[in-house]
């Protein structure tokens, strides 16, 4: 095979891929996440934490994972992907984006998007709930008698 047709053939190749990963939609620029404190509507309340995602932190055509029925410091958001029936898109949540939130059950959030002229979508319906939870503190002055 030629190096000319090798090129071509790799350039198709991740013209492909890039397509799977974001065909979500292409004039989606970015994403919102607000979680909402126990007890608090999406609907109605104001959410206590707020992160912006670029699309391209978006990865779609995904298999649908299995959702535990108790998630505790949850690590991806997942949401439909519009353009694949019965696929997601998979957003990983970094470590330290919930470490602000108190350790309790009952945390709700949204997705909302923004395209690529400033348009911003209505909240999505609410996730299934989830808790915060921390690492215990470190015991101090132990002794042994």
Request: charged share 10%.
């Amino acid at each position: 095979m030629s190096s000319k047709m090798r090129l071509i053939k790799t350039s198709l190749i991740a013209l492909i891929l890039t397509a799977n990963i974001n065909a979500q939609s292409p004039n989606i620029a970015s994403y919102t996440w607000e979680v909402f404190a126990p007890g608090v509507s999406p609907v109605t309340g104001s959410p206590i934490s707020v992160t912006n995602f670029q699309a391209l932190n978006a990865s779609c055509n995904q298999a649908p994972p299995t959702i535990p029925a108790n998630v505790v410091n949850p690590v991806a958001i997942i949401f439909d992907d519009a353009a694949n029936f019965g696929r997601v898109c998979i957003i990983n949540i970094p470590s330290n984006t919930l470490v602000a939130l108190p350790n309790q059950p009952g945390y709700l959030s949204t997705l909302s998007q923004t395209d690529t002229i400033g348009q911003l979508s209505a909240r999505s319906a609410a996730s299934n709930p989830f808790a915060r939870q921390s690492v215990p503190l470190t015991i101090t002055n132990v002794k042994v008698k």
